[in-house]
């Protein structure tokens, strides 16, 4: 691991690709916003950025992730987030 921080709540306009694994139930808001939320702790979703940044981020239980239109995402509080 590269680097590893925990962050409080965090968005980006800057994800081409979002893959989560087996542990996120999805829903749609009413706003239109897809809500994945993580059904058990240390949920991933790893996560391609513009710059070719790839991160990798760990959600505790109940952890969402809200994505939106052009690549606009919104993380809950707290998560971690490790450079790769």
């Known amino acids: 691991m590269k680097n590893s ?8 306009n ?8 087996d542990n996120w139930r999805t829903s749609l ?8 939320t993580a059904t058990r702790d240390q ?7 513009q710059g070719d940044l790839k991160k990798l ?3 505790p239980r109940n952890g969402r992730v809200l994505v939106g239109g052009g690549g606009t995402s919104h993380f809950s509080k707290p998560h ?3 450079d790769l």
């Open 80 to 82: 971690r987030t490790i």
């Open 29 to 36: 808001s009413k706003s239109g916003y897809v809500v994945y």
């Open 5 to 12: 921080e925990r962050k409080n709540q965090t968005y980006s």
């Open 57 to 59: 981020l760990i959600f």
């Open 43 to 49: 949920a991933k979703v790893e996560l391609l950025l």
């Open 14 to 21: 800057r994800v081409l690709v979002a893959e989560f694994d």
